[in-house]
């Protein structure tokens, strides 16, 4: 029924980059806010990026300039391109989608970036 499965995580050396792909559930992509969280070891899971179903994007402070969130409509699929990494990026990475006007949050189980300095 209802899925979110993340790919594209994995080790790169500090100022590299990874492209992180979320495919989606056509059933609530086409009508959700997707986004990408992320949550680093002993810290509080928090948000990175969000794309609305109108090309509206949003970025936290600390990823600004050098990520980049894209929805592709025709693969129910939401991607974030991340550039220059930091060792500070290091953490779990979730994909998440929000229904618009409906009790409806939804996530994927997670995938693992690490960025050595």
């Known amino acids: 029924q209802v899925q979110l499965v993340e790919s594209g995580g994995g080790l790169v050396q500090a100022g590299g980059s990874l492209r992180l792909s979320c495919a989606a559930s056509r059933a609530i992509f086409r009508v959700s806010l997707m986004g990408w969280y992320r949550q680093a070891p002993g810290k509080q899971r928090e948000l990175v990026a969000t794309a609305s179903t109108t090309g509206s994007t949003n970025y936290a402070d600390s990823v600004k300039g050098r990520f980049t969130i894209a929805r592709d409509d025709a693969k129910n699929t939401v991607y974030l391109q991340m550039n220059s990494l930091k060792p500070e990026d290091t953490a779990v990475y979730y994909c998440?989608?929000?229904?618009?006007?409906?009790?409806?949050?939804?996530w994927g189980e997670g995938t693992l970036v690490t960025v050595s300095s």
């Open positions: 998440n989608a929000v229904v618009y006007l409906a009790n409806m949050n939804y």
